[in-house]
């Protein structure tokens, strides 16, 4: 059995699993809605007060049978990550388990493998609120990034254009439900780098027309989510349409998202997990910490491609 740690930015998470079966999945999510957004110090000693918290309410039965500890190692906040490895490594002393290093995005790529039957060559697309990837995973542990996004990550153009419409953090989710009783061809909203010959995108454009427009855009929220969904959607197929041939595999917080999903669908063999497993979690860091055994050094590594893997 593995036990998973992951506090990569702000939330904190601790899971267990054995072979594919999640069987603790537990996740403390912070709030720094006062910050306008995360605010790393301040993220990092939540984590060390959580992390004990979580643990200690694991059945000793479950502790008592553990092999292993992985860790998120990076790519994210330097602060937050150390928080998680430091309490790794003393459950690794405590306990004499070896401790396994994982790539943040590596786990959001291989969670969509607990719930579904996938294996490479396959396209993952990234969609979080700090990542936005198209990635070639041509083979097990072997990625190439095609395109990403050259500004805001799309869940933070979520989070972003919902504040600006006076909605609370996350907005993505609240965006989702109010957009499942709106309009999608209310409103044209931009759609950058739309005809750009390249697979990069961009939405930073996006977050400051919906600034500009906030007004009317708060009075027909629904028309306004729903045509923000219909542009996202959009930019995501026309990016992806020459390069999946086959199979697309979507994860991160945004592809807990049905309507993208739906509207992914309709093109493309669209595999993802469920929204628990789509969003920050410490499940996906366990079971990468069980495929990927890698040998590399215990160390916080906040900027890490996931092509030097
Ligand atoms: O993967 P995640 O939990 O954390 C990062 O690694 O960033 O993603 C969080 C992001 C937030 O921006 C949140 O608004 C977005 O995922 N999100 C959603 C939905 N659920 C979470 N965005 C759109 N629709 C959702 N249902
Ligand atoms: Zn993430």
New binding site residues.
């Given amino acids: 059995m593995y036990l998973g740690i992951e506090t990569s930015?702000d939330?904190t998470a601790i899971a267990i699993i054995n072979g594919k079966d999640v069987i603790i999945n537990e996740r403390i999510v912070q709030n720094h809605q006062q910050y306008g957004g995360v605010f790393p110090a301040q993220a990092a000693s939540q984590h060390i007060i959580n992390l004990p918290v979580l643990f200690n309410q694991i059945d000793k039965d479950y502790i008592e049978k553990l092999s292993h500890i992985a860790v998120t190692i990076g790519p994210g906040l330097k602060q937050c990550l150390l928080s998680g490895i430091s309490f790794a490594q003393g459950l690794s002393i405590r306990y004499q388990l070896p401790i396994q290093a994982v790539h943040h995005i590596e786990a959001?790529i291989l969670s969509v493998e607990l719930s579904e039957n996938i294996k490479p060559p396959y396209i993952a697309l990234i969609i979080?609120?700090?990542?936005t990837l198209i990635v070639d995973v041509y083979k097990y542990g072997k990625y190439k990034i095609l395109g990403s996004s050259i500004d805001d990550a799309l869940?933070?153009c979520?989070?972003k254009c919902g504040r600006h419409v006076d909605l609370s953090y996350?907005?993505?989710?609240i965006?989702?439900k109010l957009a499942l009783e709106g309009n999608e061809y209310k409103f044209i909203l931009p759609k950058p780098m739309y005809d750009s010959n390249c697979y990069n995108m961009s939405f930073s454009g996006l977050k400051t027309h919906v600034l500009h427009n906030k007004v009317l855009y708060k009075e027909y929220i629904r028309d306004f989510c729903a045509s923000f969904h219909r542009a996202i959607s959009d930019i995501l197929i026309k990016k992806l349409k020459n390069i999946v041939k086959d199979k697309l595999v979507i994860c991160?917080?945004?592809a807990?998202?049905r309507i993208i999903y739906h509207n992914l669908s309709q093109y493309f063999d669209v595999y993802t997990t469920i929204p628990a497993l789509c969003?920050?979690n410490a499940a996906m860091i366990a079971y990468t910490g069980s495929c990927m055994k890698r040998n590399i050094d215990i160390s916080v590594k906040p900027i890490w491609s996931i092509e030097d893997l």
Avoid at 170 to 173: E, V
């Fill in positions: 930015c939330d959001h979080s609120g700090g990542h869940g933070e979520f989070d996350p907005a993505g989710p965006m989702e991160g917080g945004v807990a998202n969003t920050d």
